[in-house]
């Protein structure tokens, strides 16, 4: 009995960690692609992204706007968990449409939700700083040599458990 | 049974005449020898476990592919069955650390497969997992140390809720008040009983915070531990609760003498009728049963559990039901000679102190003389105690001498 016991205690952590390699290895077919743009950033030096091991870009879906909350602004705190729907503008890159605390959920093909945390509460009329997972980029150099004044285009899937997976960057002129 | 200390036992006990020397030779040789070689092994594994998780974090392995995880499982594994191994067969005790190596793989393995996969976390899921399996794996062997690491890894699951997400998860606690406290309370140990009830403390505190309760609710919820305390049987865990709720409560008490004077606190502090309500209740109840079941002088420890903030002057009122508890205990454990509440009342009675000295002299004085008059009233205090106990004590001796 005991023995019965023991085995499928192991068998169970064995296959529960197995299952989650295979959810997340179906990023690739199942995740949805999206591209997003950086912000410019002003700064007097500029280095070149392989001086340094990881890469925080600033992107344009970090702000949201003032009118873009579906929830309460006031609700917001430092740190709190918050869905961003994104949806594919005219050229091409995925901006802010709707922010909120509750779940949101896609619908259509040109929208696609991620997940952040909100950066500082809200005092002032500024948009709000949302913080993605996909800010740090590590080993940036596999996909090219850039500068940090440079703005880029970033290529990731993303799929609904948060799970990101950058695929591509490249600097836009 | 050491081999060696028994021969040398059982020789007395031949020329004592109490066993014959072939009896002896017998019973010998019933004993083999501890196999030191089991240190070894047990080195051994542990060396190339290091090896494997700093491989772990090398470049090689953060490649998102199913092998790094098939290499980790097989360590784990490997680790279970060996560790299953040596306790069914060989030593309980070197069993249980290739065991909780294992157990520690698995947290490991979990937390691997989310960063290589870039999978951010916004909940302690994995945590609440992980002390789940540690509830299984105490089922199975029952013993103490697995019990012991299981607490630590759910405890460390709130921790980190409260630090990363500012946020308390409510189904760690779930897991820890419901699962946990049940071994807790069958398997009872000096040790587990106090870790069990400061975790206890420091999730309702993270759990207080993070959803940003006003503070007066963990009076409640350290009542509640109190009156657990009244009501549970085992010796061990009745003191570790007993404990550790006064401390807690006494700890918020010093927060709340500086944070009715303080503006800011002030403003933010709105009254729940809720609380008022469920805190007399059990208050109440609390009250009933240590009066009818229990030690009745014991009852003072209620009067830390009153609250007072709707008082006028308010913080005063605070100090002086510190004051109150601490000089009780100080004054009834000298006189009844009752040493560990004698404890309770020492420690109370300092941090009143303490709480009063910073209330009125930070202000006027030097630093570094509030330090130096703080330790010299300390130890004058101790002192005198200390002299008054040893007094007391030598007029009991003299009394048995007689």
């Known amino acids: 009995m005991k023995r019965i016991m023991f085995y499928s205690l192991v068998a169970l952590q064995i296959i529960f960690v197995l299952v989650l390699v295979f959810q997340f290895e179906r990023i690739t077919s199942n995740g949805d692609e999206i591209e997003i743009l950086t912000k410019m950033e002003y700064s007097n030096d500029d280095y070149y992204y392989d001086l340094i091991d990881t890469a925080y870009p600033e992107y344009e879906i970090n702000d949201i706007p003032e009118g873009r909350w579906s929830s309460e602004k006031e609700d917001v705190s430092y740190n709190d968990k918050v869905y961003v729907l994104l949806k594919k503008s005219h050229d091409d890159f995925y901006k802010v449409e709707t922010a909120s605390t509750k779940k949101v959920v896609a619908s259509g093909d040109d929208q696609v939700v991620v997940i952040g945390r909100t950066d500082y509460a809200s005092n002032s009329n500024e948009p709000i700083r949302v913080n993605y997972d996909f800010n740090k980029i590590e080993d940036i150099e596999q996909f090219g040599e850039f500068k940090n004044n440079q703005t880029l285009k970033v290529t990731l899937l993303v799929s609904q458990y948060g799970q990101y997976k950058i695929t591509n960057v490249e600097a836009v002129k | 049974m050491n081999k060696s200390k028994l021969k040398h036992e059982g020789t007395k006990w031949v020329e004592d005449g109490v066993i014959s020397d ?55 594994s490997g680790l279970y069955f060996l560790g299953n191994y040596f306790y069914e067969k060989k030593s309980q005790a070197y069993g249980v650390s290739l065991l909780l190596l294992a157990y520690i793989f698995f947290g490991a393995t979990m937390f691997l497969t989310l960063m290589i996969y870039n999978v951010p976390l916004h909940s ?8 789940v399996v540690g509830l299984g794996l105490f089922a199975l062997y029952k013993h103490p140390y697995i019990l012991l690491v299981g607490l630590l890894v759910t405890l460390s699951g709130q921790i980190y809720s409260g630090l990363a997400f500012t946020s308390g998860d409510l189904y760690i606690l779930a897991i ?120 009745k002088s014991e009852v003072i420890d209620l009067i830390l559990f009153v609250p007072l903030f709707f008082l006028p002057g ?60 703080g330790g010299l009233l300390l130890f004058g205090i101790s002192f005198i105690f200390g002299k008054q106990r040893h007094s007391i004590e030598k007029e009991s001796d003299g009394g048995d001498e007689k």
């Open chain 2, 176 to 295: 820890y008040v419901l699962g946990y406290f049940h071994f807790v309370y069958h398997y009872p140990k000096v040790l587990l009983n106090y870790v069990f009830a400061l975790g206890l403390a420091i999730q309702l505190l993270i759990v207080t915070l993070a959803f940003e309760q006003q503070y007066y609710w963990l009076i409640l919820y350290f009542l509640v531990m109190y009156g657990l305390s009244v009501v549970i049987n085992k010796a061990s865990l009745k003191k570790a609760l007993l404990s550790v709720s006064l401390l807690s409560v006494f700890i918020v008490k010093i927060a709340e003498v500086f944070m009715l004077q303080e503006d800011y606190d002030l403003d933010r502090f709105i009254l729940s009728l809720l609380f008022i309500v469920l805190l007399a209740i059990v208050w109440l109840v609390v009250l009933n049963v240590k009066w009818f079941t229990e030690d």
């Open chain 2, 124 to 131: 302690t899921w994995p945590f609440a997992i992980w002390s």
């Open chain 2, 314 to 373: 308010s913080f005063i009122f605070v100090i002086i039901s510190m004051f109150l508890f601490s000089l009780y205990w100080l004054i009834t454990s000298i006189k009844y000679q009752l040493s560990d509440r004698l404890l309770y009342g020492i420690i109370g009675f300092l941090l009143s102190v303490f709480t009063v000295y910073i209330q009125y002299a930070w202000e006027a004085m030097n630093k570094s003389l509030f330090f130096l008059i």
């Open chain 2, 22 to 76: 072939q009896q002896l030779t017998t019973i010998l040789s019933r004993y083999e020898k501890k196999d030191a070689s089991y240190l070894l092994i047990i080195l051994a594994t542990l060396l190339v476990s290091i090896a494997v998780l700093t491989f772990v974090f090398s470049d090689w392995a953060q490649v998102p592919h199913i092998s790094r995880i098939i290499v980790m499982l097989v360590f784990m």
